[in-house]
Every structure is written in C-alpha cells, then in structure tokens.
C-alpha cells in the first residue's frame, strides 16, 4: 500500500526566500507524481506533473523533481511570494492513473 | 485542462438529512472521482464513477451512504445520506486527462452537519 509523507507539515518564511517542500512515498513503483496547492477552503489547483519516464519539470518559479529510487518528491520554489502561502500537497499515482494517494501537505506562510 | 464547477459551493445541513452534490466538467471524460477532505486532513478518495456502469467504491465508503450518479460523459453526483457531524467535510470532484493522467480538481463544496 502505497503511503505519500510530507515534511514539514508547516513552514513560515520571509518573502524573497527560496525554499524547498519534500515528498517521500514508501512504493518505489509510481506512475506519476503531481504537485497541488489548496487555498484555505478551496479545491486544489495543478501546479506540475512529474510523468513516469520524467525526472523533472518546472513552470516559472517551480521546479518539481522525482526521484524514484529513493522514494523523493522536491517542490522548489524560488523568490517566495505571500502569494504562494498556501497548503502544498503531492500525490502519487500507482497501479496506473487511477489509484492516487495524496500527501499530508505543507501549509506554507511566507511573511511580506 | 478541464473545467470542473460543484454545486452547492456549501451547504449547512441537519443530521439525518442528506444533500447531492453535482460535479460538471467542460469536456467529455472517461472517470470522475469523489474525494472526502476532513478538516485538517488530505485527500481520501471515495469512489470512481465511470458512465455506464456501477460506481466502485473504496475500502470504508458503501454505495447506500454515498450513492453515485453518471448519466453522462460530462456529469455526475454525489449523494451524502443521511448525515451526521462526522461526514463535516468538504467534497470534492476530478477528472484526469485520459493521455498524460493529470487530475484536475472542482472547487469542493463544504459541507457542515449540525
């Protein structure tokens, strides 16, 4: 069974700072990983897919890894904003699209 | 990327009592999924809806307590029955992009039982 840890649980950071958000899953063999935010009280937003054949992806200021070996998600995010305080959660897919187990999430404050 | 709207956004409701949600995705896709998010917990998925066919639930949901509904290929709902506190959740639907996988999410509707 596939479980999906994130840590830390929270993080406060003053604006400007670059920081990094981990995800750490227990079956090695995952399909895909995806990177969410959720605003307090809202649905979750797509912020990258890590396909299976990839290692990598970014969109503007975030660059998301997977390491499968390992068992290791990174969600970089560079020049923090208070914009980007939310909470981060990933979800990895195994047994192909379908069964999906998201992540504990890191709620992030970051400090204008 | 897919659209997806809910309906209600929130509701407040009594126990005993039990509400639909309805999920509406811009385009055609093959399976929407149901997920419960319990006040300050992830993502628990409830069950699959493929048009067509029986919904399949996961280990814990029975169809009686959250019966599905998929009369289409852009359309489901989500039947919370006969509610009590503990189903105080927020409500959420996805769809993902048949090719790559992706999950895209509507804007969850929050439910509280009083």
């Known amino acids: 069974k596939q479980e999906v840890t994130q840590i830390p649980a929270a993080l406060s950071v003053p604006e400007g700072e670059n920081l990094v958000l981990n995800c750490s899953f227990t079956d090695s063999a995952i399909y895909n990983l995806q990177w969410f935010r959720q605003d307090p009280g809202k649905g979750l937003t797509s912020l990258l897919l890590i396909q299976s054949s990839q290692r990598e992806q970014t969109s503007g200021r975030l660059n998301a890894s997977l390491d499968k070996s390992s068992g290791r998600s990174t969600l970089y995010i560079a020049a923090s904003q208070p914009g980007d305080s939310a909470t981060y959660l990933c979800?990895?897919?195994?047994?192909?699209?379908?069964?999906?187990?998201f992540g504990t999430g890191t709620k992030l404050q970051v400090i204008p | 990327s897919a659209v997806i709207s809910q309906k209600p956004s929130r509701d407040i409701c009594q126990r005993g009592t039990s509400l639909t949600i309805q999920c509406q995705v811009d385009?055609?896709?093959?399976?929407m999924f149901w997920y419960r998010q319990q006040p300050g917990q992830s993502l628990t998925l409830i069950a699959t809806?493929?048009?067509?066919?029986?919904?399949?639930?996961e280990s814990g949901f029975v169809i009686d307590k959250f019966p599905i509904s998929r009369p289409n290929l852009t359309f489901s709902t989500l039947t919370v029955s006969n509610m009590s506190p503990e189903d105080s959740s927020i409500y959420l639907c996805?769809?993902?992009?048949?090719?790559?996988?992706?999950?895209?999410f509507g804007p969850g509707t929050r439910l509280t039982v009083t």
């Open positions: 809806a493929n048009q067509g066919s029986e919904a399949t639930y």
């Open positions: 996805s769809v993902n992009r048949d090719f790559t996988g992706e999950q895209y």
């Open positions: 979800a990895g897919y195994s047994g192909g699209y379908q069964k999906v187990t």
């Open positions: 385009s055609q896709v093959t399976m």
